[in-house]
């Protein structure tokens, strides 16, 4: 996801000593502030993490949200209750990708780059739909 681009650049470059190093060794990084032409799409697809505290859905213990949470779950955190409620809301992007399927000729990977942009934010690819 990183070398992809995501987030504009900026997820996660004051945490990196936490991960290993070859996650980031081709990352399209940002260290000011976000830059959305670092992203795959060249689009901004995100809100501010404001609008994701008052929603509730940044757990403290992963303040940069779903993919921190992701990262440390994937090198073997396991946070009951939490793992589940993170895991239904990737689950949830699938509307995203019916809308895709619905609304773009196949192969178009330029339809909705918006979209796309967030659905790469949860780590999925929809490129190939």
């Not at 303040?63 to 946070?79: A, K, N």
């Amino acid at each position: 996801m990183l070398a992809i681009g995501v987030f504009g650049g900026k997820y996660m470059t004051d945490c990196r000593d936490e991960f290993p190093n070859s996650w980031f060794l081709e990352a399209r990084l940002s260290p000011l502030r976000k830059d959305p032409s670092l992203n795959w799409f060249g689009v901004d697809a995100s809100q501010p993490l404001s609008v994701w505290l008052a929603k509730g859905w940044i757990h403290p213990d992963d303040p940069r949200g779903w993919f921190q949470w992701y990262c440390r779950y994937h090198q073997g955190r396991r946070m009951p209750g939490e793992d589940e409620r993170q895991i239904a809301r990737w689950k949830a992007i699938r509307r995203h990708i019916a809308q895709l399927r619905r609304a773009c000729e196949p192969g178009d990977c330029w339809c909705r780059p918006r979209q796309r942009q967030a659905l790469l934010h949860w780590a999925y690819d929809s490129r190939s739909i």
